[in-house]
């Protein structure tokens, strides 16, 4: 059968399986596009033009999102990981920040929670107050 991809039909077959599969995502994407799956086999939206509607479907597309769901790590896009590094990173610093200012009840703050991760056990060092003396002499500052 021409068109045919292991163990899927091509042409009209595989879209009409593709519909009855995944409709609701198809429709929902044409809608977005001003088209309506109702008018399938008229002019105003032929089987050639649902087969390249189909074919280009970007990633965000609902049918994409359907036909091959998102890994954990595909879950969240590049700018929300990065606003989640900066506020991890931001709350570090605060609590860097109340340490070196006096306070030693300061405690290690819990990284944004990310969608598929664990929360992992901290540190065995995170939360540990280490005296400013101490801290010093390791590092060498307290030569005068």
Same mark, same amino acid.
């Given at each position: 059968?021409?068109?045919?991809?292991?163990?899927?039909?091509?042409? !009209?077959f595989?879209?009409? &399986?593709? !519909?009855?599969?995944?409709?609701?995502?198809?429709?929902?994407?044409?809608?977005?596009?001003?088209?309506?799956? %109702?008018? *399938?086999?008229?002019?105003?939206l032929?089987?050639? $033009?649902?087969? !390249? /509607?189909?074919?280009f @479907? =970007? +990633? &965000? @597309?609902?049918? #994409?999102?359907?036909? #091959?769901?998102?890994?954990? &790590?595909?879950?969240?896009?590049? !700018?929300?990981?990065?606003?989640?590094?900066? /506020? %991890?990173?931001?709350?570090?610093?605060?609590?860097?920040?109340?340490?070196?200012?006096?306070?030693?009840?300061?405690t290690?703050? $819990?990284p *944004?929670?990310?969608?598929?991760? +664990?929360? @992992?056990?901290?540190?065995? /060092?995170?939360?540990? =107050?280490?005296?400013? %003396?101490?801290m010093?002499?390791?590092?060498?500052?307290?030569?005068?």
């Amino acid at each position: 059968m021409a068109g045919r991809v292991r163990d899927h039909c091509g042409g !009209i077959f595989g879209l009409r &399986d593709l !519909i009855l599969a995944h409709g609701e995502a198809l429709e929902n994407d044409l809608l977005r596009a001003g088209l309506r799956l %109702d008018w *399938l086999g008229t002019a105003a939206l032929t089987w050639r $033009d649902l087969r !390249i /509607f189909v074919k280009f @479907s =970007p +990633k &965000d @597309s609902a049918l #994409h999102r359907m036909v #091959h769901p998102p890994t954990m &790590d595909e879950q969240w896009e590049l !700018i929300p990981q990065l606003l989640a590094g900066m /506020f %991890d990173m931001q709350a570090v610093g605060n609590y860097l920040l109340q340490r070196l200012g006096g306070n030693d009840r300061a405690t290690y703050p $819990d990284p *944004l929670p990310r969608p598929g991760v +664990k929360a @992992s056990t901290p540190d065995k /060092f995170v939360g540990k =107050p280490v005296p400013m %003396d101490e801290m010093d002499a390791l590092l060498g500052w307290n030569q005068n």
